[in-house]
């Protein structure tokens, strides 16, 4: 196997990083990793499916090797134009496999540009429809946010004298991922400073935007969604109260399947069990 190779694209006049596994003439697989992470943390799904599909995962803008955006700008309506334009390089329309945030920004772009997707795939990807506790702008929605935003003017980054310290945090904080994959998504997940190394993502990822989609509102586009779709989520999941389970009732063309002994990350905790439904799943989209 060749390893992957890294390319970059112009997106709203940020350059993002996308790394590519080969076989062009096949169907694209997009892989859209979550808040925090990296594109190389597809690696294990990307090898299993890149003899079948031409697979790409890119670094959403904060990410990664991806540009950060000025300001704090990283609302999920922010992402879309990002992900289309990939698409777009790739050849859509494309099955697009997509992690917790990663969900939430590829099931508002499924809806608002259905004729990218030929299928999706959202592990733990749903938002809950549980009432927000600023339901609807207000002063002091706008307030809440404003003072959330400011608080990441004062730097507050760790630094890891090392890789394999840093490895050793992502180890502590997902004590479920396989311990010979920890090393390779710590690579890819800091870069170096003066004294050591620091996490790559934008802190300001956090503060999101002023004008968010509503939890609400996010139904709309998931019923505006054709294509065959299918939700995981883990049994075990740290975040349940966040995602929604029955999700899959607002598409119109979706099944969901809850993973036994997996957290938020189904896909590092359960690979063999979520790579088998994928396949099984995919199997069925192009027979239909």
Known sequence: M????QHFFESQRLRLSYWDWGNADAPPMVLV???????????????????????????LRGHGDSD???????????FIPDLVRLIEIVGGPATVVAHSFGGQVS????????????AFIAIEGTSSLQPAEFPEMSP???????????????????????????AQRIAEAN?????DFVPDIARYAVKPVEGGYVWKFDNWVHGRTSMEIRR??????????????????GDESHIAFRVSPDAYQHFPNARAVTVPGAGHWVHHDQPALVIEEMRKFLAEVHAG
């Open 175 to 179: 004590p479920r991922l396989p311990a």
């Open 140 to 166: 002091a929605w706008m307030r809440e946010w404003s003072e959330r935003v400011r608080g990441f003017e004062k730097p507050s980054f760790r630094v890891y004298k090392t890789v394999d310290e840093a």
């Open 68 to 78: 950060w955006a000025l300001g704090s700008q990283y609302g999920l309506p922010d």
């Open 33 to 59: 990793h979550g808040g925090r992470d990296h594109s190389r943390a597809w690696d294990r799904i990307a090898e299993a499916f890149r003899d079948d599909y031409h697979v790409v995962a890119p670094d």
């Open 216 to 233: 609400d509102e996010r139904v709309q586009f998931w019923r505006a969604i054709p294509c065959p779709t299918l939700l995981f989520y």
């Open 2 to 5: 060749t390893d992957p190779t």
């Open 107 to 118: 099931t508002i772009t499924a809806g608002t540009y259905p004729e990218l997707f030929a």
